[in-house]
C-alpha cells in the first residue's frame, strides 16, 4: 500500500493505471531478476533468456502483471532475496548478505508466504558457519538488517489510530459483523462490512 501510494503520484492516466502501472514494473523486474540468477548459476546467456521469457509469458505471472496486486511485488521480492543469497554464497564478503536478509524482510512486508524461504535461508548460513565463511558475530550483525524492515508493521496500528471510525468498524463484532462462513457462497452482514472497511481504507490510502 505505501508503495502504491508512492505511485499514485506518477503524473500519467489516473489512480487504478497507476497502481496498474506499478505491477507491471514490479513484474518487469522480477523477469530481470531471475535473468540473472539464472545466469549466474548456469553461466548460459541463451538458457536464462529462455527461463526469463517462459516467466513472463506465463499465463499466471502475465494476469498477476496487469493488475494492482500483491503478486508481482512478491516474485520480485523473492527472487532478489535468492539471487543475492547464491551470489553471496559464491563470494567472500557479507555485504550481500546483509542485502538478501533486508530483501527478505521487505518480502515480510508484503506477502507472508515468504516464511516459506526460512530453511533456505537457514541452510546458506549454517553451512556459511560450518565452512568459516562467516562468524557468530557476523550473523549478529545481519539481525537488523532483516529486522528494519519489519517495523513497517508499525505503520498499520498507527495509520488505523489517526483515523477514528476507520479503527472503530475494523475493530467491530458487535450486530453480527463477524467473518461469513467458510465454503457459503451467500452474502452475509460480515461481507458487507468488510468490502465497506476496504473501500474506506483505500479511500484514505490512496485519495485523490
Not at 14 to 20: E, K, P, S
Not at 42 to 70: G, H, I, P, Q
Request: net charge positive.
Amino acid at each position: 500500500m505505501l508503495l502504491g501510494k508512492t505511485f499514485t503520484y506518477l503524473p500519467v492516466g489516473d489512480v487504478g493505471y497507476r497502481l496498474n502501472l506499478m505491477a507491471a514494473v514490479f513484474a518487469a523486474g522480477a523477469v530481470t531478476v531471475f535473468f540473472q540468477l539464472i545466469l549466474l548459476v548456469t553461466k548460459r546467456t541463451t538458457t536464462s533468456f529462455a527461463v526469463a521469457c517462459s516467466l513472463a509469458f506465463s499465463y499466471y505471472f502475465w494476469a498477476s502483471a496487469v493488475v494492482a496486486e500483491a503478486y508481482t511485488l512478491h516474485v520480485f521480492l523473492t527472487g532478489l532475496t535468492i539471487h543475492l543469497l547464491v551470489k553471496w554464497d559464491k563470494s567472500q564478503g557479507n555485504r550481500l548478505l546483509f542485502a538478501a536478509l533486508l530483501a527478505w524482510g521487505l518480502s515480510f512486508g508484503n506477502h507472508m508466504s515468504t516464511m516459506l524461504k526460512g530453511p533456505a535461508v537457514a541452510f546458506l548460513i549454517l553451512r556459511g558457519l560450518q565452512q568459516n565463511r562467516i562468524s557468530a558475530a557476523t550473523i549478529l550483525q545481519a539481525v537488523p538488517a532483516f529486522v528494519l524492515p519489519l517495523t513497517l508493521y508499525l505503520y498499520l496500528p498507527w495509520r488505523y489510530s489517526a483515523d477514528a471510525l476507520l479503527y472503530a468498524i475494523s475493530h467491530s463484532d458487535s450486530f453480527g459483523l463477524g467473518p461469513s462462513r467458510p465454503h457459503d457462497d451467500r452474502w452475509h452482514v460480515g461481507d458487507l462490512n468488510r468490502i465497506a472497511i476496504r473501500v474506506i481504507d483505500i479511500r484514505l490510502q490512496v485519495g485523490k
